[in-house]
């Protein structure tokens, strides 16, 4: 059964910092770009990071330099360490998985984590 399971979001105040974890059951795990994405209140959903089988890694503007995406193929988990938080990265945070072949895409999604940055 494939499943994508988030943790460690959370309350937290403006300038502190979260690790946001996704544990994956999608088979070969190592094989995938894995990413995170957000979704704020009346907002569209976006990419915040995504790194790649190889371990490349790309990342919004607004986030560069405060976050840090990583994978361990070993645990089939990714992380999304953030740091600096500001109030406008509360969001819903989704962990998204994706690989596609010469016939068929695949593309899973997590049931997202809170995350609020408030005084």
């Known amino acids: 059964q494939v499943q994508l399971v988030e943790s460690g979001g959370g309350l937290v105040q403006p300038g502190g910092s979260l690790r946001l974890s996704c544990a994956a059951s999608?088979?070969?795990?190592?094989?995938?770009?894995m990413g995170w994405y957000r979704q704020a209140p009346g907002k569209e959903r976006e990419l915040v990071a995504n790194i790649t089988s190889s371990g490349s890694t790309n990342y919004a503007d607004s986030v560069k330099g405060r976050f840090t995406i990583s994978r361990e193929n070993t645990k089939a988990t990714v992380y999304l360490q953030m740091s600096s938080l500001k109030p406008e990265d509360t969001a819903v945070y989704y962990c998204?998985?994706?690989?596609?072949?010469?016939?068929?895409?695949?593309?899973?999604w997590g049931q997202g984590t809170q995350v609020t940055v408030s005084s």
């Open positions: 998204n998985s994706y690989y596609s072949d010469w016939d068929r895409e695949y593309d899973y």
């Open positions: 999608i088979g070969i795990f190592s094989i995938y770009t």
